[in-house]
């Protein structure tokens, strides 16, 4: 078992309480309403627009025994640059309002989401974010393409109105490849246990921010 299937293993309960999310059993099942896929893009917004920053973050403090992890976190700046953008695309595409999603403060379940990610890259073992990368890009590979699928043909969008989803469906399969190279490098206990740590964290509040979307659709 190597590094990525065992912070897999190690996770399973807390995957389980995200994958629990009333949200995500409706989006799976074809059963959503065009404010729910609205209210998850806009939230999505409000935390992907932080990961350039966090990843920034991150690399600043690197120590010099982890320089190649630098080269790594670079890659990944230039996959995700402008992210953010794709999403407020989708939401206008889907009949939203970009700019009212823009200037809107996140839920406060997202803020908490971001918030613990910057108290990772900041104040903790800075390397612990990669439990938050195996979270979001493991998710994305197990739920965004078929959820695409189906809140599409619920709704009847375009194709334009799911250029985040189908997009980071199909990416983070090459990201995931990507993290179990890193995950088998950091292999000093203190970095397992800090990445382990913000996984389990970062599982939960993912699920919550889920959680608060049914809240803000009805």
Known sequence: MNAQQQLAADTHEARDYLLAAPAIRRALAGDVTRE??????????????????????????????????????????????????????????????RHAVAAAPPHVETDAMVAYAYDVAMRRNPVGFFGMVHVLEGTSIALALQAAGNIQGALGLPDRAFSYLRSHGKLDLEHVEHLAGILGRLDAPADREAILQCARAMYWLYGNVFRSLDRVAA
């Open 36 to 97: 729910l896929y609205l209210a998850f893009l806009g939230q999505a917004y409000q935390h992907v627009k932080h990961t350039v920053p966090l990843l920034m973050a991150v690399g600043s403090r690197l120590g010099d025994d982890k320089a190649w992890l630098r080269d790594q976190i670079v890659h990944y700046i230039d996959e995700e640059h402008g992210h953010e953008h794709w999403i407020l695309n989708d939401i206008e595409a889907a009949g939203g309002d």
